[in-house]
């Protein structure tokens, strides 16, 4: 039997940009959008528990995340 290191143990799934107010999921690579977004990503793409992916969702509670969803949402783009 091999041991495979389940992605969701590792503390860094999630990372948030403040240069661009956005959450990136590190293993797929998707922009989420604010919560309850992040916790939904969690859990129907990377079939976490609800506890595990709600307890990661609120870290990013007090984050200003950008959401295209937003009206009032002006996107930063990186200058090339």
Not at 9 to 28: A, F, G, M, N
Not at 61 to 76: E, G, L, Q, V
Request: with cysteine; net charge positive; aromatic share 8%.
């Amino acid at each position: 039997m091999q041991l495979v290191e389940r992605s969701h143990q590792r503390s860094d799934i999630v990372c948030y940009l403040p240069k661009y107010e956005v959450v990136v999921c590190t293993e797929c690579h998707y922009v989420l959008n604010k919560s309850p977004s992040i916790g939904r990503h969690l859990i129907s793409t990377h079939l976490w528990s609800k506890a595990e992916a709600t307890a990661v969702d609120q870290q990013f509670n007090d984050k200003a995340i950008r959401s295209p969803n937003h009206p009032n949402c002006t996107w930063i783009l990186p200058n090339h």
